[in-house]
């Protein structure tokens, strides 16, 4: 058993699309990391003058997951989107707005027919494969915009699913492992992807948004165990300030004049 000198909290830090930014942020907030950068290949990282705080590196579609079972992880930092397409039992401290995304449903930017998801559904041959990385949300979504009435089956590399028993539905999302904007239109009929707010990646891909389901940034989340314990809350809360912090350096330096 630990005793209080022994004490410690696990941090989960995303790898990826939000490395970047959350070391800009943590450099801001005055916190030096150690083995953070995008050319490090270990999988662990410290903070200089802190070593009550025990960093690992993982995927942001993992970290929902890791922190929210017990014992596990205390705190994490990755996308909103994958807080909800995971339904981790997580609570998020604080939003860190960066790493905004928005996932939308697009189709092949020939498709003048279909403008809506009723519009894909209704010109549809036969069945509608749509491709995506965000299978509950996905699923979710659909099954909103059809009242219940339409259950996608879901198709993966080792089973395929239903959840409505055997009823036969004209709607199947295939799991991508990325690159799903290349899918269409010999993969997929359509696809549910993230995009920044440019566009720029479906633009290239002759893609067109029909949908928007979500808007998404990068949050602090932490474990519900976690904030009960003492300690461990006392912690979080001073980690959570000393973001703020950063946060609030960062919008100032991006004041017009700002010098």
Excluded: C
Excluded at 125 to 146: C, F, H, P, R, V
Aim: net charge negative; charged share 30%.
């Amino acid at each position: 058993m630990q005793t209080e000198s022994q004490r410690t909290l696990n941090l989960l830090l995303p790898k990826g699309s939000l490395q970047g930014e959350t070391l800009e942020l943590f450099q801001r907030a005055g916190y030096e990391l150690n083995g953070y950068t995008e050319t490090d290949r270990s999988y662990r990282a410290t903070f200089r003058d802190d070593n009550e705080v025990q960093i690992k590196i993982s995927r942001p579609q993992e970290i929902p997951v890791y922190v929210g079972m017990d014992d596990f992880y205390d705190l994490g930092i990755t996308g909103q989107d994958w807080v909800e397409e995971t339904d981790s039992e997580v609570e998020e401290v604080l939003p860190l707005a960066y790493g905004h995304i928005d996932i939308i449903l697009a189709v092949r930017e020939e498709r003048e027919d279909i403008n809506t998801f009723e519009d894909l559904v209704t010109q549809a041959d036969g069945d509608i494969l749509i491709s995506t990385e965000y299978l509950n949300l996905a699923e979710k979504y659909i099954l909103e915009k059809t009242e219940n009435k339409i259950a996608p089956a879901i198709l993966t590399p080792w089973k395929r699913l239903n959840t409505r028993g055997s009823y036969q539905s004209p709607v199947t999302l295939m799991l991508s492992f990325g690159a799903t904007e290349g899918k269409p239109p010999e993969e997929a009929d359509a696809i549910i992807d993230n995009s920044t707010s440019s566009r720029r990646t479906i633009k290239a891909n002759a893609l067109k948004e029909i949908e928007l389901l979500r808007q998404s940034e990068s949050t602090l989340i932490a474990n519900p165990k976690a904030l009960r314990d003492p300690w461990k809350s006392e912690k979080i809360e001073e980690f959570k300030k000393t973001l703020q912090k950063g946060l609030r350096r960062r919008r100032s330096q991006a004041l017009p004049g700002h010098i």
